[in-house]
């Protein structure tokens, strides 16, 4: 059966300096289906959707959408013929609103009128069945929230073909599922979508087709219902990989870091200790107030009441250097506003919050700086041509092992991790796995924050449960249960 | 073919600054001669000088508008100290120095205290430092230097101006202090992204406030330089300082977001202004057209950058590991 096909990459290739990105890759999408892209970080997911897209050009090959054939084309002319694009990385503008951010490029009448503007906004997020306050400033909005405020975006547009790269990479259970009903709508209504990934069960639960690509190289397109995990997995990696949530074999009730009524901008009167050897995981929704308490803890954001302990002692953490400078480390969120230099090199990102360190009267050892970036290149699988690569020119996957890298690489002896494996991918998330295990076994102390329910449930010893700035409830790891923790995290109690 | 691409893109500004020299040698005859590129050097010290301080407070994301008033300041000082009181040159120099530090420190506070963009700051403190140089000064000339001081600016030592030597010297501090320090890597990360250096551990404030603390300093030694060669103290000495400084930054590729750029690429920018200034007097170009060529090589830099910016070339200079 000739199967109707809205858009066929034919021979694409696509290199970088030191890389070839995109290896002759020919790839048909059949219109209205879902179609999932998987692959390692670096695989050229992303590239592959920047060149149809017209974001970059190939080096070679031809496109060809709705029949009309073409080797470039302007991202402009892209979105003209009804492609719309979610990129991996968030894209919109601080300083505008929600609305504004959301109703860019498209001209309501000659002057703008705020109040359509603001309508018109409003009307998708509704649509989304998500509550977000339309005249505020991106800005001051969480990394989830943009990330809905980029799909808002992309739903306002009229998309014929719609790409979403890693769209539910920061969201947590709840706003995932309202995705994937706006999704089910878009996908009755005709629209093709290219659907990308790390969480598998995402792709079996949506996608009715899906390409595995490795090191820029096509590997296979499958029937999503005639697949399985495993070889995905396989098609991926290239090879078996055992996924399994390490145990901790070093547990102690020796409270490191110990939180007492502490206030900050959301949190209120926490109480949470994290013992020596032990991963503490942190559940709720987005705006919940883990972040908030993390970077209270770190000395990011102000202590407004309440006390913390570390080793027992009370210590008063006055700023993050503070923090690093006793031990304490934390894994930022958001790579690209707080996370690393995107302009600079990786060894000197996973230098810099380690100088005073590795440098002597003040002066920089290369030589430490070069060892640490190797070590944290092997140990976390970073891919690059190069260790003086710019941040900004690795996939996204691998720009977080840098800023793992740049945290790790202060020895800390209290962790933690802010959505660590963001857009990483399953055999990279092992590995993370892995050295969090070990690190907690060597004695410290862990606080893992991560909307992946799944993996939350798996790496933790105990979790604690906010909702709304307050502490709902503790669990530990015997009653561990998705629902609970679901129940408290939206405070039904 | 790729090679030559490569060639042009990382050498630019070298390749600039020979054709403006090939450009003026071929239009004027004293223009090529060994004497007028000592002096253009010599004259050009000052500015090199100041501007690689300034260059320290721009790749940590700020600006210095006050630097030609630092100057005067400084300039009138070591005036009053060696001419009005007599005192020793080294005292002089030494007093220079310290009021640098001095002018940058509230340069820092305010800036970091108010919490504005050092445009504003700077603005504002470049009026004051006019004003007080004036008062302190009654608005007087000074010209009756010491030999000794005089020789900072105008002597040589085996063959080489004592004022290029001082160059090097700062240049080389400044090289040092950028890509071996961690201080100069706290500038650029500041630069670079303000809010991740914060959470990487760099106490922010204080950083910067180092940061025009040195810039000052360095203005201070290129006030001393241009007072010395210049046998002359007042509060104007330097007044179109600020224009040539930022352009020589901004034509060398500091990056006026911050976070890029490197001071070999300054000193060769400056090298560029000078060389134009040089130029255009060798084949008598009124006064006011050089004005007009100036503005408009500002704007062509700062085209330049933000076409850098924009089209993401994904090179900014900048220091990686030896
Ligand atoms: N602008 C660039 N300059 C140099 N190399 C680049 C650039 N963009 C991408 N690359 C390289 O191309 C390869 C493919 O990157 P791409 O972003 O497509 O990966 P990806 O499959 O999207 O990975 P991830 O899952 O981590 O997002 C990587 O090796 C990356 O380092
Ligand atoms: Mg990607």
Same mark, same amino acid.
């Given at each position: 059966m000739n199967q109707d096909i809205i858009l066929s990459m034919k021979n694409i290739t696509k290199t970088y300096p030191g890389v070839v990105a995109i290896d002759n890759i020919s790839l048909d999408f059949r219109r209205g289906e879902i179609h999932a892209l998987i692959g390692e970080n670096g695989a050229g997911k992303s590239t592959l959707i920047k060149c149809l897209c017209g974001a970059e050009t190939p080096d070679s090959g031809v496109m060809e959408l709705n029949g009309v054939p073409y080797t470039r084309i302007s991202p402009r002319d892209s979105r003209q013929h009804g492609v719309e694009v979610i990129y991996q990385e968030i894209n919109l503008i601080d300083d505008l609103s929600v609305a504004e951010n959301v109703c860019l490029g498209d001209e309501i009448g000659k002057w703008v009128s705020f109040r359509k503007l603001n309508a018109k906004a409003s009307r998708i997020f509704e649509r989304m069945n998500v509550a977000m306050d339309v005249k505020k400033m991106v800005r001051d909005l969480s990394t989830a929230q943009q990330q809905l405020v980029e799909i808002a975006k992309a739903l306002s547009k009229d998309a014929q073909l719609l790409v979403l790269d890693e769209p539910?990479?920061? &969201?947590?259970?709840?706003?995932?599922?309202?995705?994937?009903?706006?999704?089910?709508?878009?996908?009755?209504? %005709?629209?093709?979508? +290219?659907?990308?990934?790390?969480?598998?069960?995402e792709i079996f639960r949506i996608s009715d087709r899906v390409t595995v690509l490795r090191d820029g190289k096509f590997v296979e397109t499958l029937n999503t219902a005639e697949t399985d995990r495993k070889t995905l997995i396989k098609l991926m990696v290239g090879r078996e990989l055992s996924e399994t949530y390490p145990r901790r074999s070093n547990i102690t009730d020796i409270p490191v870091i110990e939180t007492r009524n502490l206030c900050g901008s959301v949190p209120r009167n926490i109480n949470i200790h994290v013992n020596k050897g032990e991963i503490v995981g942190l559940a709720g929704l987005v705006g919940a107030g883990r972040t908030e308490l993390a970077r209270a803890i770190f000395g990011a954001d102000k202590i407004t009441a309440g006390? &913390?302990?570390?080793?027992?002692?009370?210590?008063?953490?006055?700023?993050?250097?503070?923090?690093?400078?006793? %031990?304490?480390?934390? +894994?930022?969120?958001?790579?690209?506003?707080q996370g690393c230099f995107l302009y600079f090199g990786i060894d000197w990102n996973i230098s810099i919050a380690n100088m005073p360190s590795i440098s002597r009267f003040g002066f920089i050892k290369h030589k430490r700086v070069k060892q640490d970036a190797i070590k944290y290149r092997d140990l976390l699988d970073i891919r690059t041509p190069s260790l003086d690569q710019l941040v900004v020119n690795l996939s996204g996957g691998n720009q977080q092992k840098v800023v793992l890298a740049k945290t790790l690489a202060t020895n800390s002896n209290v962790i933690i991790f802010d959505e660590p494996t963001r857009g990483i991918d399953v055999g990279a998330k092992q590995e993370i796995y892995q050295l969090m295990t070990r690190l907690a076994d060597e004695g410290n102390a862990i606080l893992m924050i991560s909307s992946d329910m799944e993996e939350l449930l798996g790496m933790s010893d105990r979790l604690y449960v906010l909702c709304e700035g307050r502490l709902a409830g503790q669990l530990k790891r015997e009653e561990f249960d998705q629902v609970r923790v679901l129940e408290l995290a939206s405070g039904e109690e | 073919m790729e090679g030559?691409?490569?060639?042009?893109?990382?050498?630019?500004?070298?390749?600039?600054?020979?054709?403006?020299?090939?450009?003026?040698?071929?239009?004027?005859?004293?223009?090529?001669?060994?004497?007028?590129?000592?002096?253009?050097?010599?004259?050009?010290?000052?500015?090199?000088?100041?501007?690689?301080?300034?260059?320290?407070?721009?790749?940590?994301?700020?600006?210095?508008?006050?630097?030609?008033?630092?100057?005067?300041?400084?300039?009138?000082?070591?005036?009053?100290?060696?001419?009005?009181?007599?005192?020793?040159?080294?005292?002089?120099?030494?007093?220079?120095?310290?009021?640098?530090?001095?002018?940058?420190?509230?340069?820092?506070?305010?800036?970091?205290?108010?919490?504005?963009?050092?445009?504003?700051?700077?603005?504002?403190?470049?009026?004051?430092f006019q004003g007080a140089a004036h008062i302190i000064s009654e608005s007087k000339t000074y010209f009756d230097f010491p030999v000794s001081f005089k020789a900072i600016g105008q002597r040589y030592v085996g063959g080489i101006p004592v004022a290029v030597i001082i160059t090097l010297g700062m240049v080389i501090i400044a090289y040092v202090m950028l890509n071996h320090t961690y201080f100069g890597r706290y500038l650029y990360a500041i630069g670079g992204n303000q809010e991740a250096a914060r959470l990487a551990g760099i106490n922010i404030r204080l950083i910067r406030i180092a940061g025009f603390i040195v810039a000052s300093l360095f203005i201070a030694v290129s006030a001393i330089v241009l007072t010395a060669r210049s046998g002359t103290a007042k509060v104007d000495l330097a007044s179109d300082a600020v224009f040539s400084c930022f352009t020589a930054c901004v034509l060398g590729g500091i990056s006026f977001r911050g976070g890029g750029g490197n001071i070999l690429g300054v000193v060769v920018g400056t090298l560029i202004i000078g060389v134009l200034g040089n130029g255009m007097q060798m084949i008598g170009l009124s006064m006011y057209s050089q004005y007009i060529v100036k503005g408009a090589i500002l704007i062509g830099a700062i085209a330049f950058d933000n076409y850098q910016k924009k089209h993401r070339v994904k090179k900014l200079d900048v220091p990686q590991t030896a």
């Open positions: 539910t990479a920061p &969201l947590t259970t709840n706003e995932v599922e309202n995705l994937f009903s706006i999704v089910g709508t878009l996908k009755s209504h %005709g629209v093709t979508m +290219i659907y990308i990934s790390h969480r598998l069960d006390e &913390l302990f570390l080793d027992g002692q009370p210590i008063k953490i006055r700023s993050p250097k503070h923090a690093i400078q006793k %031990g304490i480390g934390l +894994i930022p969120e958001d790579r690209k506003q | 030559a691409k490569k060639f042009v893109q990382k050498y630019y500004l070298f390749l600039v600054l020979l054709l403006v020299v090939i450009f003026f040698s071929i239009m004027s005859e004293p223009f090529r001669t060994t004497k007028n590129f000592i002096n253009i050097l010599v004259q050009n010290s000052y500015l090199v000088i100041a501007s690689i301080g300034i260059s320290l407070v721009m790749i940590s994301g700020g600006a210095d508008l006050s630097v030609s008033y630092q100057i005067g300041l400084v300039s009138v000082f070591t005036g009053i100290i060696t001419i009005d009181m007599g005192l020793s040159p080294v005292l002089g120099v030494i007093v220079g120095l310290a009021l640098g530090v001095v002018l940058g420190f509230i340069n820092g506070f305010f800036t970091v205290a108010l919490d504005v963009h050092p445009m504003v700051t700077t603005l504002a403190t470049m009026t004051i």
